[in-house]
């Protein structure tokens, strides 16, 4: 079993910051890319962050420039640093770990449940 939990979601008025951070557990042999996804009521999860097991990174255009994801590999955990803030940023924001447990030979994705990000006045 594999989980992945996040925390640091909240409420921030336009402007702010919020730094949110995931840790995944369980049988994990090896973490391949992971990224942090949104959801917004009536539309697919977008990606809005990728972070390579080397640590390139990639960004969606939308929010280029406000978001920040680095991660740790010794302790399985991912973070985004989200700054200036806009009402687009509103959302559910789930981790996503692209990995291979210690069972099987191959990798498969896993999501966390993500917290909600309020960006309002």
């Known amino acids: 079993q594999v989980q992945l939990v996040e925390s640091g979601g909240g409420s921030v008025q336009p402007g702010g910051s919020l730094r949110l951070s995931c840790s995944a557990s369980?049988?994990?042999?090896?973490?391949?890319?992971m990224a942090w996804d949104r959801q917004v009521p009536g539309k697919p999860l977008e990606v809005v962050a990728t972070?390579?097991?080397?640590?390139?990174?990639k960004y969606d255009d939308s929010l280029k420039g406000h978001l920040t994801i680095t991660r740790d590999n010794t302790m399985n955990k991912v973070y985004l640093q989200m700054t200036r803030l806009q009402t687009r940023g509103t959302g559910v924001y789930c981790c996503?770990?692209?990995?291979?447990?210690?069972?099987?030979?191959?990798?498969?994705?896993?999501w966390g449940e993500g917290p909600q990000v309020t960006v309002s006045a």
């Open positions: 369980g049988s994990i042999y090896s973490i391949n890319d």
């Open positions: 972070i390579s097991s080397s640590g390139d990174t």
């Open positions: 996503e770990a692209y990995l291979r447990t210690g069972g099987y030979s191959y990798y498969r994705n896993y």
